[in-house]
């Protein structure tokens, strides 16, 4: 009864990891495609970076 409910939890923990493992991707991926749309748009402004952090307020305000 006991090695029934350790498998459970861990079918469950290896469940929610490989989603987190998804989603972590799937994020990355996402950011990924956005700074490539972004450059694409706004590639005949000043080359280097005007802010600090890409995906900050100021930055996400202006977009």
Same mark, same amino acid.
């Given at each position: 009864m006991a090695a029934m409910q350790e498998a459970v939890q861990y079918e469950a923990l290896q469940?929610?990891?490989r989603t987190r493992?998804?989603?972590t991707k799937d994020l990355a991926r996402h950011? /990924?495609?956005f700074l490539n749309q972004l450059f694409l748009k706004f590639s005949?402004?000043?080359q280097d970076n005007p802010f600090s952090n890409t995906f900050g307020a100021t930055?996400?305000? /202006?977009i």
């Open positions: 469940r929610l990891t493992f998804y989603f950011k /990924t495609f005949g402004l000043r930055s996400l305000f /202006t």
